[in-house]
């Protein structure tokens, strides 16, 4: 069965710095597009970045220029990097495997807070 499996988040201050990480298994990682979504307190989830497999990438507005979304194939991992984190970015972070680009398995997500 298809399992997500999201690592990396916990509390940084503003302008911080962290790496999450989620190890996919249960299908055949390299031909799905992925995907990194969010969901503060009180708001709707939203996507933060995908990535095709073929590399092609997008990025939430708030989010370009600061954080980056990677792959690797090899080790059937999503990453994304998140640098000059702010309070805004305080939510939980989804991985996702994408079908015609819409989510089709979530993993359980992982907490980022950031402290200002």
């Known amino acids: 069965q298809v399992q997500l499996v999201e690592s990396g988040g916990g509390l940084v201050q503003n302008g911080g710095s962290l790496r999450l990480s989620c190890l996919a298994s249960?299908?055949?990682?390299?031909?799905?597009?992925m995907g990194w979504y969010r969901q503060a307190p009180g708001k709707q989830r939203e996507l933060v970045a995908g990535?095709?497999?073929?590399?092609?990438?997008n990025y939430a507005d708030s989010v370009k220029g600061r954080f980056t979304i990677s792959r690797d194939n090899a080790k059937n991992t999503v990453y994304l990097q998140m640098n000059s984190l702010k309070a805004d970015d305080t939510a939980v972070y989804y991985c996702?495997?994408?079908?015609?680009?819409?989510?089709?398995?979530w993993g359980q997500g992982t907490q980022v807070t950031v402290s200002s």
């Open positions: 996702a495997q994408l079908s015609i680009g819409v989510p089709a398995y």
């Open positions: 249960g299908f055949i990682f390299s031909i799905y597009s």
């Open positions: 990535i095709t497999s073929g590399g092609r990438i």
